[in-house]
């Protein structure tokens, strides 16, 4: 039994600007992969999974810091295909041996590894950037290859007084074969 196909579906969503959720939506465009050095789950286009507000959200905030005109989001129908599942102990479980030759091999190369920074949340994650894409790569070289990556983040302030519950936590999905978005649109 093949433990990473997922033979099910999400609904994920994409902020973006609104010439992109057009040219998505209306024209057929592919959304692109993003390749980010702090892209917390590797190489792929982003998606929250069932979270259209924290998708419009991002969206906005891309928007203060001058990065888009108008924000959008865009939906989409995602088969999670073959999927390096962060909310599985057995792909996080991968990980730890996975860094140790990844540090063996940065050492002997003279290379470094990142630390993941920004704050009790880490929003830049440069470190785990790294892992992951290392690991898929090693993992694909070895005839198994991810179609998707997905994983909890722990976003934002706390609820309130005490709490482990932050205010942004959400599930995203990278998708690395685009061929797993089944197909997008517009959400009401």
Known sequence: MNLSA????????????????????????????????????????????????????????????????????????????????????????????????????????????PENRGGDDLLRRERDCMVLNWTLERLKRNGQEFHTVRGMFPEGAKAFEGSGIRLKSHIQVAVREPSCIIGYFRPT
């Not at 997922?6 to 040219?23: L, M, N, P």
């Not at 905030?61 to 939906?75: D, L, T």
């Not at 730890?96 to 050492?107: I, Q, S």
């Open 6 to 113: 997922y033979q099910r579906h999400v609904i994920g969503f994409h902020g973006c600007d609104a010439k992109v959720a057009s040219e998505v939506i209306e024209k057929g465009i592919s959304l692109r992969p993003s390749e980010e050095t702090f892209d917390w789950l590797g190489s792929g286009i982003y998606f929250w999974e069932h979270g259209p507000d924290r998708a419009f959200e991002w969206a906005k905030e891309k928007q203060s810091r001058g990065e888009i005109e108008n924000p959008a989001v865009v939906g989409a129908l995602i088969q999670l295909g073959i999927c390096f599942d962060l909310l599985d102990t057995h792909y996080t479980r991968i990980l730890g041996p996975a860094f140790k030759e990844l540090e063996t091999v940065m050492e002997e190369t003279g290379g470094v590894i």
